[in-house]
């Protein structure tokens, strides 16, 4: 059917013979692809945007104790203080099947005490500091951009070796001096820099890059904390929900410390899993609006088609007559006018299938120039698969558009089109 | 080649029902120049549309070139109008965007022949019908006889076992008609079966048998000119 030249040949020349017509019949279907188009890539931009304010990983859990036993429990006064165990990182890991790693975290002047006084050679400023461990940068959405991260020997061996921020390079260091290998003194204790790093936080940046990683049980005895960790970072196994995890650890995490289930508000926790499925759902959102939106455009444009076509039907009323009298069959006549409105909600869609994916691309190269991303709208763009759905949605109008007339064009009886008035 | 036997045809409308042909038995042999005669009204142009395979029956039988054409399908139909039978119309019906030549050749696309011999057949018979000097003219350029001499190149360019005509020459002046009706004596000549629907007595008298129709029925040639006789009487 797709081969055969001569009938493309007679399309051709129909349409050419009502310019006018084809090219109003075409710009409605135009336009609804054009619309879906530029409507996706501008999705996908939003997408990129608000997608690139979230660290890379999140898929983590952490969970802390926030204060004492309200409820009686297993004969246990009201009012103890819960702490976690250093050993209690470890027996998650073993006794909780959905969690894959837990880390334990200490600080000092992030969740209690004051910023401890770091100094190297002349220079001094107050810079939190927190306990870390390798593989930190998913989790705490930060970039080595020198040297190295805090590796697993690092935490073994408790070596006092510590990840600095840029800031913090700023301030103690000159311009021309490099940080890597200096020992600085934190409240007195020397530490030897391994490594710089600048924050994926956003909107957190600055406060990020103001701190000091170090391993955090190198912070623990050096910084007399070791009897207790702060709070834990839960990494769940791949493919289990964070509040899957975040629940079971919970859980076990109180029945060793022996805390009553019913006791909500001593263990707390979060989990950027949940605000990152907000997010995503808020991308769905918007995804499923353009779609909607557009899909909406392309049905007025193949009802246009549609509207034109049954037009054409009826002016060519007489011609479909003295086809079918000289032996055009139904399914001729319907081919015929299928591919008539196909062809024409084909190139007319693919047209605004390219001028969109033009429009985007050129909206995004402006971006760029503009000094980039401005927050929420990054990178616009139209991937193939997109380009895909959209010729099928693009296909399917255009079938739909021709199914009517067609079927009225079969439908025309012969004896009454020829009728002589 | 043609056998009609007790057709009758009603056109309904709504609760009403006109019954237009009362019994029809018609018998037309191969290469046969027949005419079809009646007052306006009478059910000629329903009797040749049921001929044409293009309108259906409600009693009867209908035999044409041995198939029998009882209950088809659309398909089928349009397969039996291209094969066997040839139309020509009073008002033509070319194509306005296709030349003689092209439409000529229209019958020919729905049998599947290749264009060079669609165009090889449609510029024989235009030129047996005396237009081979206006192959590429569009309608519009034709004189009233010379597309009507397109439309019957049409109605033959399949070789069709039946041509017919309703009112070919009801759209033409009396030198014309003579033309035209030359040309369907030469066709006929050739072979051709031929049934013309006309009101005009002197396109009827040079066909070989008149039918004449009243009242739904086919009466005899004799009757109706004893009729006629006696009016001029
Ligand atoms: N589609 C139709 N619906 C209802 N009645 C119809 C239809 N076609 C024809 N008729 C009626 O059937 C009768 C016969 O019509 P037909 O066209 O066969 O007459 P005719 O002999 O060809 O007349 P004319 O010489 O004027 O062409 C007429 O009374 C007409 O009103
Ligand atoms: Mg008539």
Redesign the pocket.
Known sequence: MFIDTEKWQEIFRTLGQHKLRTALTAFGVFWGIFMLTVLLGAGKGLENGVTNGFPRVSNFINIWSQGTTQVPYQGMPIGREILFDPGDAAAIVKNVNSVSLVKGQNSIGIWGGTPPYTVYKSKNGAFAVQGGFANIEGIQALRIIKGRSINAFDEQQRRKVVLIGQRVVEQLFSKDEDALGKDITINGISFTVIGVFESLQRGNEQQQEERIYLPNDTLRYAFNQIGWVDNLIVVPKPGVHARVAEEEAKKYLAEIHKVSPDDKGVLDSFNLQDEYDKVQGLFLGITVFSWVVAIGTIFAGAVGVGNIMLIVVKERTREIGLRKALGATPASIIAMIMQESLLITAVAGYAGLVVGALTIEAVAKMLEASGGNSGFFSNPEVDFQTALMALAVLIAAGVLASLLPAAKAAAVNP??ALQDE | MIRLSDIHKY?R?GEQS?H?LKGIDLHIQEGELVSIM????????????ILGVLDSYDQGSYALAGHSVTNLRETQAAHLRNKFLGFVFQSFNLLPFKNAAENVALPLYYQGVGRKERNYRAEQYLEMVGLSDRKHFMPNQLSGGQKQRVAIARALVCKPKVILA??PTGALDSRTTQEIMSLFKEVHRLGNTIII?T?EPDVANQTHRQIY?KDGRVTTADQVHLQHEAVAI
């Open positions: 004896i009454v | 056109y409308s006109l237009v009646g007052s306006s009204g009478s059910g000629k142009s329903t009797l040749l549309n309703d009112e629907v009101h129709l």
